[in-house]
């Protein structure tokens, strides 16, 4: 939805080609990413919704939105009847760190917002306030602090960024709205998330290691003619290993041999 947002700009204005534009595309972007944060936020706290199904119910809507949009309002009307909006200008795209790659701004952004989410949870009473709420919402409520406001403010945030990942992904890599700018980029952030055990730091590192598996899929469908589904398997196998690893680590497994008498006085056992 910060995608959506944030191409309106360009698609709506074709004629502005200045310096604020990209600027302008960025704000949109991050708006629109809070909008559609908040409306999870708003059933949980009005309804008792649970977040994560209506979270994940809400990103096949956003998905079948963007079709239709690629496909009519959006879509470039010389682009001979096939879906997407028209291609970005100079001032509408997102420049590259390095001239001779093809990475862009986006990754810049993440790093300031790692940095940014470490230092408020870390850091800050807001920080303090959202960990509390989240390990043990009675004891934050004892302490004065409101759940609502808590779960409001987090979606925010949440959304914010994860609309900024959506318009930088647009602009920066795609550079025009299509039927599908994401291969589930959503997804994968929960098994990064695990991986990097919930820590703002250890999530960038996980996604860096993680980010490969992308291309490596396409690489293995090309040279080994399989499907590029295997990297969504190899992805999920690493999200069972590391939640296999907790187990094993906070339970241990023993295997032993007790054994008791009934009333009667027969011996029985019980592996």
């Not at 960025?26 to 059933?43: F, H, R, S, T």
């Not at 408020?120 to 009473?125: E, G, H, R, V």
């Not at 302490?143 to 945030?157: D, I, N």
Request: some cysteine; proline content about 5%.
């Amino acid at each position: 939805m910060g995608g959506i947002a944030g191409a309106a700009v360009p698609v709506f204005f074709p004629e502005f080609t200045s310096f604020w534009v990209l600027p302008a595309m960025l704000i949109c972007g991050i708006a629109g990413g809070m909008v559609w944060a908040a409306i999870p936020a708003l059933l949980k706290n009005k309804f008792g919704t649970n977040e994560i199904l209506t979270s994940l119910m809400l990103v096949y809507v956003a998905g079948l939105f963007l079709d239709w949009l690629a496909r009519g309002p959006f879509r470039n009307p010389e682009g001979n009847n096939f879906p997407g909006s028209i291609g970005f200008s100079e001032w509408q795209v997102l420049p590259e760190v390095l001239a001779s790659g093809r990475m862009h701004y986006g990754m810049v952004f993440a790093l300031v917002g790692v940095l940014i989410i470490w230092f408020l949870l870390s850091k800050t009473i807001k920080g303090f306030e959202i960990s509390v709420i989240g390990q043990a919402p009675r004891a934050g409520r004892f302490a004065g602090f409101s759940p609502k406001r808590t779960t409001l403010f987090v979606f925010l945030m949440s959304g914010a960024f994860a609309g900024l990942a959506g318009i930088s992904e647009v602009s920066g890599a795609i550079q025009q709205l299509r039927t599908t700018i994401s291969p589930g980029y959503g997804f994968t952030a929960i098994i990064v998330a695990f991986l990097g055990r919930l820590n703002p730091l250890g999530i960038f590192a996980a996604g860096i290691v993680l980010a490969p598996s992308y291309l490596g899929g396409e690489a293995v469908q090309i040279s080994l003619n399989v499907t590029d589904k295997i990297a969504n398997v190899f992805q999920g196998l690493l999200l069972f290993f590391v939640l296999a690893c907790d187990t094993l680590i906070h339970h241990r497994i023993r295997l032993g041999h007790s054994w008791g008498f009934n009333k009667q006085g027969v011996t029985n056992g019980a592996d």
